[in-house]
């Protein structure tokens, strides 16, 4: 392994103009570059969600109505959940910032505690965001293509290998929503049910039981990508926070890596801040 | 108007430094800055569970909710990335680009998805 630089250069050995553009580091400006490229790809799948959103006839679905469950609770909490996953990444943002003011000081203590703890919500995000993929695909009661063709909601959701005849009350619902909405329940449901074409139950790639198969490609490339990013964000505090342990910014006398990662993270901050608009708010 | 990119002096950003004085005044804002992004997300979360989709309030809540992300784009951006503290310079080649390009793919974007819309509602079997 190569040793770590701890000697300053001269700056006009560095750039050709004698001093830096900008006034800001090489490594600062191109990580403000790649930054740049990176939100225009995220705008672009945001863009063409909106596209996709905009010119699709059919009803498409709304976020609190599919995202409304809380670990381990039954009933509806519309957008907590999302809610408290924006918070964890504030937080994580904000315990970041701290390490960066810290490292200004050249507080070595400071930025250990802090990075730390950046570390620990970004765990804490990818978690969250597990359980709501898994949420997400697993679904709820979700809806019957019946032998007539039509789509039936189902009124409960039919427990792990159960059966309809097991679920008391047990309701399919035609037309869920609109005015001509008409349950048929008892003995009849349960006919229909076994005599279906398909049960769609949760999401994947082809179908979902939320909406068009657009939206469940669209949740899974635009959160999947975002939590892609956060994962490599993790990777690179961790990286950093073991250079900060070992001491090697305090010999380098700066703690500009710590900044430089600060940026990258703080960018994930920004884009889910932009997915949690555009794809559950609105 | 100073021109900020001719000043030759030690302002390179590997010299950021600043004592414990100032360090606590920074670290002032931070706390302001991070209850108003919570406040911010609060408002926009009960604005999305109380007010429903299709109600004639709905229109304006959207814009609301577009307006509030920007405000708290710009406040990560310029505080937390500390991009306001960069040279004008600097901020300029990072955002112009960035906005006209963004600016042109919205409204290509939603000018064909009006089009596409349009098509399909009347060639719907």
Redesign the interface.
């Known amino acids: 392994m190569a040793s770590d630089a701890t000697k300053a250069l001269d700056k006009s050995a560095l750039w050709g103009g004698g001093m830096s553009p900008f006034s800001v580091s090489y490594g600062k400006m191109m990580m403000w570059f790649f930054l740049v490229s990176d939100a225009l790809t995220f705008s672009g799948l945001l863009v063409a969600y909106g596209y996709a959103r905009h010119a699709y006839t059919g009803p498409w679905p709304i976020g609190e109505e599919v995202f409304h469950a809380l670990p381990g609770l039954t009933g509806s909490y519309p957008l907590l959940y999302v809610a408290l996953m924006t918070f964890i990444l504030i937080v994580s943002s904000v315990t970041m910032v701290l390490a960066v003011e810290a490292g200004h000081r050249l507080d070595r203590r400071g930025v250990t505690i802090w990075m730390a703890a950046t570390i620990v919500g970004g765990f804490i995000f990818l978690g969250s965001q597990a359980w709501e993929w898994s949420h997400f695909i697993h679904g709820s009661a979700g809806y019957i293509i019946g032998n007539d063709n039509k789509i039936y909601h189902l009124s409960e959701e039919i427990p792990h290998l159960g059966t309809a005849a097991d679920v008391a009350s047990f309701e399919l619902i035609l037309n869920r929503g609109e005015a001509n909405e008409s349950r048929i329940g008892g003995q009849e449901a349960v006919r229909l049910y076994n005599a279906k074409v398909q049960h769609v139950q949760g999401a994947n790639l082809t179908i979902n039981e939320y909406g068009p198969p657009q939206y469940g490609n669209f949740f899974f490339f635009i959160t999947g990508f975002h939590g892609f990013h956060v994962f490599t964000g993790v990777l690179i505090n961790i990286i950093v926070f073991i250079g900060v342990l070992r001491g090697v910014y305090e010999k380098r006398g700066h703690y500009e890596m710590v900044e430089k990662t600060g940026l990258y993270w703080h960018f994930v901050d920004l884009v889910w801040v932009f997915v949690f608009t555009f794809f559950y708010l609105i | 108007m100073e021109r900020d ?1 001719l000043i ?1 002096n030690d ?10 004085e100032h ?1 606590k005044e ?2 002032k804002k ?1 706390v302001r800055v ?1 209850i108003l ?2 406040l911010i ?2 408002v ?2 009960a604005l ?2 109380y007010i429903k ?1 299709g109600t004639t309030l709905w229109p304006f809540v ?1 814009v609301g ?2 307006i ?2 920007l405000v ?2 710009a406040y ?2 310029a ?4 991009l306001g503290d ?2 004008k ?2 901020r300029y ?2 955002i112009v ?2 906005a006209i ?2 600016i042109y ?2 409204v290509i ?2 000018l ?3 089009y ?2 349009e098509v ?2 009347q060639f ?1 079997p």
Do not use: C
């Open positions: 990119d030759v302002s390179y950003s590997l010299n950021a430094y600043h004592d414990a360090g920074i670290r931070i991070t992004l919570t997300t609060a926009e979360v999305g569970v989709q959207k909710f577009i509030l992300t708290k784009a990560i951006v505080v937390f990335m500390h960069e040279r310079s600097l080649v990072i680009p960035y390009f963004i793919l919205l974007s939603i064909e998805s009006n596409i819309n399909w509602l719907k």
